[in-house]
């Protein structure tokens, strides 16, 4: 029986894009998202004397390159695919080309937008330090999205392959090439070049072209690894409802737990009797969630490099207050989640106590944070 795959894809992005601007509305309508903006206009004042600073000797272009590399180069495959499909596609693998092509179409256009997003950060960096213009500015806006489109295609032939270890190596392959062709790009032709003549583009090209036609080989030996596609997609949509649950309560998103065993013994820390055990429930609920936790420690990561390189004693005030905003933000979720695990009803107090206790938890977690941010912003 022949079956329509683009109706099919169709209606699965038409299904994730009305949830995508469902809980977008939550997002934009939160605070969050004001002192992000409020943030990039800070950054975007101090930019230049930042630029600035950078000494003479430092390799910009190669440094540049690497990050870019790291970008371009991360191509998660979302396929809309659902746990039923095993059953109900699998046998119908052939007809199913057309909708995986669409699928890679909506990968490369929404991985773009992030590498645009990307290049227009660094590009007074790079104006600033190496100079750009004329055919370097189409090279700037070109090579990444050509090498993009790459990636988003060999990524996905790769995934065929039944090893992840192999996965992994072609993985690496893809960002070394990567890499010497934007430094290459950015370097204005100088990476590994001896008397004008860049002996080292030239060779990665070569080998570049080699490892192309080397996997087109891969889609003759090996079929769709159907059970790899529907893992990769479950987490990624899993990561969206996190993100999502920041804002609102997600009904369909599961909360996964991770053991953390080298930072869990914190909680160990308060002293153990009936009235602390709402308050190391719900300490060691965060420490070992996937999402409060991880959020949490990315915050405080990137306030801290932020007050580290702004200038000046007001600009540093302002991210710590803005990040500490936006950590409690995130972190009122932690009696709540607790409580919808129905693990609260197990505890020995009632419930303006475990409210106490979640209290309790924020206001520490959001006093180490400041604690963490004043020592950088000392150095």
Same mark, same amino acid.
């Given at each position: 029986?022949?079956?329509?795959?683009?109706?099919? *894809?169709?209606?699965?992005?038409?299904? *994730?894009?009305?949830?995508?601007?469902?809980?977008?509305?939550?997002?934009?309508?939160?605070?969050?998202?004001?002192?992000? /903006?409020?943030?990039?206009?800070?950054?975007?004042?101090?930019?230049?004397?930042?630029?600035?600073?950078?000494?003479?000797?430092?390799?910009?272009?190669?440094?540049?390159?690497?990050?870019?590399?790291?970008?371009?180069?991360?191509?998660?495959?979302?396929?809309?695919?659902?746990?039923?499909?095993?059953?109900?596609?699998?046998?119908?693998?052939?007809?199913?080309?057309?909708?995986?092509?669409?699928?890679? @179409?909506?990968? *490369?256009?929404?991985?773009?937008?992030?590498?645009?997003?990307?290049?227009?950060?660094?590009?007074?960096?790079?104006?600033?330090?190496?100079?750009?213009?004329?055919?370097?500015?189409?090279?700037?806006?070109?090579?990444?999205?050509? =090498?993009?489109?790459?990636?988003?295609?060999?990524?996905?032939?790769?995934?065929?392959?039944?090893?992840?270890?192999?996965?992994?190596?072609?993985?690496?392959?893809?960002?070394?090439?990567?890499?010497?062709?934007?430094?290459?790009?950015?370097?204005?032709?100088?990476?590994?070049?001896?008397?004008?003549?860049?002996?080292?583009?030239?060779?990665?090209?070569?080998?570049?072209?080699?490892? +192309? *036609?080397?996997?087109?080989?891969?889609?003759?030996? +090996?079929?769709?690894?159907?059970?790899? !596609?529907?893992?990769?997609?479950?987490?990624?949509?899993?990561?969206?409802?996190? @993100?999502?649950?920041?804002?609102?309560? /997600?009904?369909?998103?599961?909360?996964?737990?991770?053991?953390?065993?080298?930072?869990?013994?914190?909680?160990?820390?308060?002293?153990?009797?009936?009235?602390?055990?709402?308050?190391?429930?719900?300490?060691?609920?965060? =420490?070992? %969630?996937?999402?409060?936790?991880?959020?949490?420690?990315? !915050?405080?990561?990137?306030?801290?490099?932020?007050?580290?390189?702004?200038?000046?004693?007001?600009?540093?005030?302002?991210?710590?207050?803005?990040?500490?905003?936006?950590?409690?933000?995130?972190?009122?979720?932690?009696?709540?989640?607790?409580?919808?695990? %129905?693990?609260?009803?197990? =505890?020995?107090?009632?419930?303006?106590?475990?409210?106490?206790?979640? @209290?309790?938890?924020?206001?520490?977690?959001?006093?180490?944070?400041?604690?963490?941010?004043? =020592?950088?912003?000392?150095?």
């Amino acid at each position: 029986m022949k079956m329509d795959v683009d109706a099919l *894809f169709r209606e699965r992005l038409q299904r *994730f894009s009305a949830e995508l601007v469902r809980y977008g509305q939550y997002m934009a309508n939160g605070g969050v998202l004001m002192v992000a /903006v409020f943030l990039c206009g800070l950054l975007a004042y101090y930019y230049p004397s930042l630029v600035q600073t950078i000494p003479a000797w430092f390799p910009v272009p190669y440094v540049l390159a690497f990050v870019l590399a790291f970008f371009v180069t991360r191509s998660p495959h979302r396929t809309f695919l659902l746990e039923a499909d095993l059953l109900f596609l699998t046998p119908a693998e052939t007809q199913m080309a057309r909708y995986f092509q669409k699928a890679q @179409i909506y990968n *490369f256009v929404v991985q773009s937008m992030g590498v645009f997003l990307v290049l227009l950060l660094f590009l007074p960096l790079y104006q600033g330090t190496i100079g750009i213009g004329g055919a370097q500015v189409w090279l700037y806006w070109g090579v990444p999205f050509v =090498l993009k489109g790459w990636n988003v295609y060999s990524s996905w032939i790769v995934m065929r392959l039944p090893d992840k270890k192999q996965d992994a190596a072609y993985t690496l392959a893809r960002f070394g090439f990567t890499y010497f062709v934007l430094a290459w790009m950015l370097s204005k032709g100088g990476f590994l070049a001896y008397q004008q003549v860049p002996y080292g583009a030239i060779l990665w090209m070569a080998l570049l072209i080699w490892f +192309h *036609f080397r996997m087109q080989q891969i889609p003759k030996k +090996h079929a769709y690894q159907w059970y790899r !596609l529907l893992e990769m997609e479950n987490g990624l949509r899993a990561r969206f409802y996190q @993100i999502a649950n920041q804002f609102r309560d /997600v009904p369909s998103l599961q909360q996964r737990v991770k053991p953390r065993k080298w930072i869990v013994w914190a909680a160990n820390l308060i002293p153990y009797r009936t009235s602390n055990a709402g308050r190391i429930l719900f300490l060691k609920s965060f =420490l070992r %969630s996937s999402d409060l936790a991880g959020m949490y420690m990315r !915050l405080i990561v990137i306030s801290s490099f932020l007050i580290a390189i702004l200038p000046g004693p007001l600009a540093k005030a302002a991210v710590i207050l803005l990040f500490l905003f936006m950590a409690a933000s995130q972190l009122k979720g932690i009696g709540s989640q607790a409580r919808h695990r %129905s693990r609260s009803s197990l =505890l020995p107090i009632n419930e303006q106590q475990q409210k106490s206790a979640a @209290i309790w938890v924020r206001r520490v977690l959001l006093l180490s944070q400041v604690v963490v941010n004043v =020592l950088f912003a000392l150095l």
